[in-house]
């Protein structure tokens, strides 16, 4: 089992739509959480930070879940320039030290 | 203030060949992560530097080598160079904050990162 599970997608919406993306994480005792935005060939930029069950800016929410091991990033009246791919980061304990790990990413497409 | 800073951008290099990629990390920031990143995939963490030793090492092999300045700045080499090691190499700096009394690494900053293409 991979430590960070994204949905590739696509996910296809038009304007307006609200939309969801889940991430599964393997290691209980990872603390700390983020999403990450990338748009296409350019580097990955910090959407939401998530250090207990939940957080929210504006149009987006990202909430967690412990017990079941997952965050998820809601994304409410989607705009065009939402269209992008978005990347779960979970920060997982290994020796003593943390490794910010990645998700492959969901690819988001927003249409008029 | 200025970010986080890569170079070169793009690089075309043929098999066998070595490439030394380089990073100055954002001001204040003492902690550089190295990423490579396969079209259509996540970036895959290669190694993190502190203190100029390497901290954390991900599953790559030794080919992949790197180095941390006092000034904090860093390289990565990648030796004997295959079709395979074609991706976008993104270099990351970041603080550590005390988060439950553990210290972990807060938010990632990115650079621009290094488009390595191997013929």
């Known amino acids: 089992r991979k430590e960070v599970e994204q949905d590739p997608g696509p996910f296809n919406v038009p304007e307006g739509a609200t939309v969801a993306f889940n991430c599964t994480y393997s290691?209980?005792?990872?603390?700390?959480f983020f999403w990450y935005r990338q748009d296409c060939r350019k580097e990955p930029k910090l959407l939401m930070s998530?250090?207990?069950s939940g957080n929210e800016d504006g149009r987006f929410t990202a909430q967690l879940n412990r017990a079941s091991q997952y965050i998820s990033l809601l994304i409410r009246d989607s705009k065009l320039s939402d269209s992008a791919t978005y990347l779960c980061?979970?920060?997982?304990?290994?020796?003593?030290?943390?490794?910010?790990?990645f998700g492959r990413g969901t690819s988001l497409i927003v249409h008029p | 203030d200025a970010g986080v800073t890569q170079s070169p951008t793009h690089l075309i290099k043929t098999r066998g060949q070595q490439v030394t990629l380089r990073c100055s990390p954002k001001?204040?920031?003492?902690?550089v992560s190295w990423y490579q990143q396969a079209l259509g995939q996540g970036p895959q963490f290669i190694f993190q530097?502190?203190?100029?030793?390497?901290?954390q090492r991900g599953n790559f092999p030794d080919r992949f080598s790197g180095h941390q300045f006092p000034n904090y700045s860093s390289e990565l080499n990648v030796n004997a160079l295959l079709l395979g090691d074609s991706a976008l190499y993104l270099c990351?700096?970041?603080?550590?904050?005390?988060?439950?009394?553990?210290?972990?690494?807060?938010?990632?900053?990115f650079g621009e990162g290094s488009r390595l293409t191997v013929l």
């Open positions: 001001s204040g920031h003492d902690t």
């Open positions: 290691n209980s005792a990872s603390q700390s």
């Open positions: 980061v979970v920060i997982v304990p290994s020796g003593g030290s943390y490794i910010p790990t």
């Open positions: 998530v250090y207990s």
């Open positions: 990351a700096s970041s603080l550590d904050l005390l988060i439950r009394g553990d210290r972990e690494p807060g938010e990632l900053f």
């Open positions: 530097y502190y203190e100029e030793e390497e901290r």
